[in-house]
């Protein structure tokens, strides 16, 4: 599976911004994905997931009620919405994808098979 993520950029703090992360060469429906991030000196970190199956999502405490993610089967994509941005948020956000995934495994990055290339994100405050 290759992953490629886009959609970051430059916004002022209180702004929004919608990552894109396309997958290619699997199935899409099979893989649970979810959004990591790494701010500069710090070590990578969950933010948000959505499974495979049902689409149940989780999210980090610092980041629930202002990111939502969502995936399109068809168009074989995941989204992190991103509104009320923080300073804090600024980092290099990776998607990541990982087959029939069990549900308590989603926020640890060891599970996770295939990694996008990372999109940066810098808030400005």
């Known amino acids: 599976v290759q992953l490629q993520a886009s959609g970051g950029g430059l916004v002022q703090a209180g702004g929004s911004l919608r990552l894109s992360c396309k997958a290619s060469g699997g199935t899409f429906s099979d893989y649970t994905m979810a959004w990591f991030r790494q701010a500069p000196g710090k070590a990578r970190e969950f933010v948000g997931g959505?499974?495979?199956?049902?689409?149940?999502?989780r999210y980090a405490d610092s980041v629930k009620g202002r990111f939502t993610i969502s995936r399109d089967n068809v168009k074989n994509t995941v989204y992190l919405h991103m509104n009320s941005l923080k300073p804090e948020d600024t980092a290099v956000y990776y998607c990541a994808a990982d087959r029939w995934q069990i549900l308590s495994s989603m926020t640890d990055q060891a599970q996770y098979d295939y990694w996008g290339q990372g999109t940066l994100v810098t808030v400005s405050s």
């Open positions: 959505i499974r495979y199956r049902g689409g149940t999502t």
